[in-house]
């Protein structure tokens, strides 16, 4: 079984940017498409961003034109930049196979994104 450590969150302001990372430990070839999702206080977990093993990519509403995922299926990572950032965008953000994620026992710490106004 994969799993995924996230790594790269943090306090930013209003239109910032930062860069999230994720490492699995294991291939993410294999898993096909990936996806990073993101949990907010007192709201279910969501898929903001995913991208195939070609490299195409797709995006929520909330975060098309601001976030870039990408991936390196050699090293087995996942990013995600995330410029222009809004306090709505605010939460824990997890990487793991997309749009289905693996198991329960997959998930990572997550990485804490905080951005203030």
């Known amino acids: 079984q994969v799993q995924f450590v996230e790594s790269g969150g943090g306090l930013v302001q209003f239109g910032g940017s930062l860069r999230l990372s994720c490492a699995a430990s294991g291939s993410i070839f294999s898993l096909r498409t990936m996806g990073w999702y993101r949990q907010a206080p007192r709201k279910q977990r969501e898929l903001v961003a995913h991208?195939?093993?070609?490299?195409?990519?797709n995006y929520a509403d909330s975060v098309k034109g601001r976030f870039i995922i990408s991936r390196d299926n050699a090293k087995n990572t996942v990013s995600l930049q995330m410029n222009s950032l809004k306090p709505e965008d605010t939460a824990v953000y997890y990487c793991?196979?997309?749009?289905?994620?693996?198991?329960?026992?997959?998930w990572g710490q997550g990485t804490q994104v905080t951005v203030s106004s």
């Open positions: 793991n196979k997309a749009p289905t994620p693996l198991d329960s026992t997959s």
């Open positions: 991208v195939t093993t070609a490299g195409n990519t």
